[in-house]
């Protein structure tokens, strides 16, 4: 549920987003945005053109028929003034639709970009944060039309408010107290809007609880994966009534609302017909008098009429524009948001020939917002070139602390020395350049076997001869060469001739854009949890066998895999337990022989 927000606020807020999506529309668009803008206001204004040229010509006629002159020159004039005033704003109306047409389009487009762009900017730690996902689901359920709505509603308002000026103008120009009926007219409309309008369209447009909890539901009948379930579990009673029993209170509540609102609507009719009463009597006593022409009373009356339609549109406009103010908001929250790792001005840009020693001093951390402190006072080096293995049991705190060495957080205590350079001090996307890193939660990638390869080089030309090595390393190259179309499969379901990967071959596949990568240091972060663990062992067995003079690190649950590595971390709930080759730790007797015989004799059995 939305806070209560003070009328003042709620002003404000409109008035702030509004202005931000307006110039967002002027930077990105500003031909088009003008052009839209200015047609939206003139066409608002034109419109009284047609009523007082109307209203000269009957006056003449009048005035022709009372001294019996033949067609004078004024009503010719006049004639050609209302012909335009017809024509003019009929040319204008199809310019304006066609520019309005280009702009939400290509604001569309922009708008895109601006999210792409916002995302990407990002760092990881604030990605992986709750406060975007947070901002970002509440943002993605509205879309970034919002924004464009914001600029369609305020030109809206913009053209009502002008319509509103110039009919009060030619009202007041006629008689001032018809300016006062008029308001007084219009106003019952404002409460029937704000009561009604607002909760009508909120239940047709803007997706409320229920109708997100039909729609989780209808997805039932519509994903593949979901609908198997649904037959085999016999569930289609079940949802098919839960829907309809959701779609019933649903149609109950618009039906309800919307009789309401004719009961209201027509209560402001009745002031507002009441209201015109008195102006056409008022009016036509002014006439009666002498005192205003027919034409004049013509004109009132016009004008009249249109001035309480555009109050009528003015309050409906505000009120969308209010609404749509309240979700493009959100995507601005998400714009807003700013990397909480970041370069220092003037960071390093190192240039290495190998891979640089790599300190870790004294390193304490707790994740950001909380107290649990999940790596305590680590120290260890890793020289230029050596693989290391981080094994311990799930949570100890191994990705943990490679995320601290890729930057993705910064330690709360202790320092990570680059070459003896504080890893704060370099620049942080030329440190990433020189990373090869995957995670356990990796990205699966639609393209052919080659392009998901040679993506972790995007700004390389493919090289083919690697791709193909990268495939035998990380043991891909077994069903690659299975595929019809070898390296230009696409791994894609939804493409004609394309295949669905397994999770384990997923990981095979991200294992070889590892190796493609092949940057100076590579980091595995249990890169093969859905395969198995002799596997496993030759995957490993390669990064720590291959990757010549290269830097290498592995994180694994598994102990027995690891065993070729030159260093062997244990973690032990943040704590590094031991460290050293696998002959050292053996012969201690430790932890990590302990824990090694288990699982090996465990996998043993099993395999
Ligand atoms: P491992 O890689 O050894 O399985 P992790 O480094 O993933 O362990 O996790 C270590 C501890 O940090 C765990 O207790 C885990 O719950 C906690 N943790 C991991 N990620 C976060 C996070 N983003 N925010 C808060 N706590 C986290």
Known sequence: MEEAVEEKDKFRDIFSTSRRALSLAWKRERKLFLVTLVLTIFLAGITYLQLASFSNIVDEIIRMQKLSLGVTHTLVKQSIVLGLSFLIPAILQN??????????????????????DSYAKLDIGTIEGSEFQTKR????????????????????????VTAFIVAGFVLYSINPFLVVLAIVGSISYYFVEKKYG?????????????????????????????????????????????????????????????????????GADIVQILCLFVAVFFVTQQTLSG???????????????????????????????????????????????????????????????????????NISFAYPETDNVVLKNISLILNSGD????VGLNGAGKTTLVKLLCRV????????????????????????????????????????????????????????????????????????????????????????????????????????????????????????SAIDAVAEEKIFEVLETKLEGKTGILISHRFSTVKNADQIAVIEHGELKELGSHKELMAKKGRYEELYTMQASRYLESE
């Open 409 to 528: 957080y910064d330690p709360t205590e202790g320092q990570i020395l680059i070459d003896g350079i504080d890893l704060r001090d370099i620049d942080l996307e030329h440190w990433h350049y020189n990373l090869g890193v995957l995670f356990q939660d990796f990205a699966e990638y639609k393209l052919t076997v080659r392009e998901a390869i040679a993506v972790s080089r995007p700004d390389e030309p493919i090289d083919d001869k690697k791709v193909k090595l990268a495939a035998q390393m990380s043991g891909a190259i077994d069903f690659i060469e299975k595929f019809p179309k070898k390296y230009e499969q696409i791994l894609w379901k939804g493409f004609h001739d394309g295949v669905e990967l397994s999770k384990g071959q997923h990981q095979r596949m991200a294992v070889a854009r590892i190796f493609y990568r092949d940057a100076l240091i590579s980091i595995l972060d249990e890169p093969t």
């Open 95 to 116: 310019l304006l639709s066609r520019y309005s047409a280009a702009l939400t389009i290509r604001m569309g487009t922009h708008n895109q970009m601006l999210l792409i």
């Open 137 to 160: 689901d509440r943002a993605l359920k509205w879309g970034t039309g919002s924004i464009n709505n914001v600029v369609h509603y305020s030109e809206r308002v913009l053209s009502d």
């Open 291 to 361: 005192k205003l022409l027919i034409g004049s009373l013509l004109l009132a009356f016009g004008v009249y009429r249109s001035f309480v339609q555009v109050s009528q549109n003015f309050f409906r406009d505000f009120s969308r524009l209010e609404e749509q103010t309240r979700y493009a908001r959100r995507w601005f929250d998400i714009f807003d948001m700013q990397s909480k790792i970041t370069s220092k001005v003037g960071a390093l840009k190192p240039v290495w020939a190998k891979p640089p020693v790599i300190e870790f001093k």
């Open 387 to 390: 693989k290391l293995a981080i």
């Open 198 to 266: 607002k909760a009508l369209y909120n239940a047709y447009y803007v997706s409320t609880d229920d109708i997100r909890i039909e729609a989780e539901k209808v997805d039932h009948f519509k994903e593949v994966k979901r609908l198997i379930e649904v037959v085999l579990f016999g569930l289609k009673k079940l949802f098919r009534s839960q829907i309809l029993d959701i779609n019933n209170s649903y149609d109950t509540r618009v039906i309800k609302l919307k009789s309401k609102e004719s009961v209201a609507t027509l």
